[in-house]
């Protein structure tokens, strides 16, 4: 019985209709790129060893506000964005590879390296 509605499962998600990528919603290439950066930033405040909160969240929020300008875009656009992505886990699925493969690409040395602004 399980088995049968195991399979009845994979065929109602199989016959499901591809969803598409709303206009207002950024692209998965970019919206991979922002969490390839923003993954970055993180690792570069943690590296920070810095003892305040406070000043983790600063600093991180520089950052951040570094990556919105390079992708000429703004919180709310990627907090919408995001909020897409995570009612569709298939596809956020699609864009997190994008990101592992972002990741592997990355000089891990020059993440820590400190660039004067």
């Known amino acids: 019985m399980r088995t049968i509605l195991w399979m ?3 065929v109602i998600l199989s016959c499901s209709k591809k969803v598409e990528i709303p206009n ?3 692209d998965k290439e970019k919206m991979a790129a922002i969490l390839t ?3 970055l930033a993180e690792a570069r405040v943690a590296k920070f060893n810095l003892r305040s909160m406070d000043s983790s969240v600063v600093v991180f929020n520089k950052l951040q ?3 919105w300008e390079k992708y000429e875009t ?4 990627y ?3 995001y909020a897409f992505y995570a009612t ?3 596809i956020l699925n699609e864009v997190y590879q994008i990101v592992k493969e972002n990741l592997e690409m990355t000089d891990s040395s020059a993440i ?3 660039q004067p602004n």
Do not use: A
């Not at 703004?74 to 656009?77: A, K, L, M, N, V």
């Open 8 to 10: 009845l499962g994979l």
């Open 24 to 26: 207002d919603v950024m």
């Open 37 to 39: 950066e923003i993954h």
């Open 65 to 67: 506000q570094e990556i």
């Open 74 to 77: 703004d919180s709310s656009y």
């Open 79 to 81: 907090k919408k964005s």
């Open 88 to 90: 569709h886990p298939e």
């Open 112 to 114: 820590f390296t400190v």
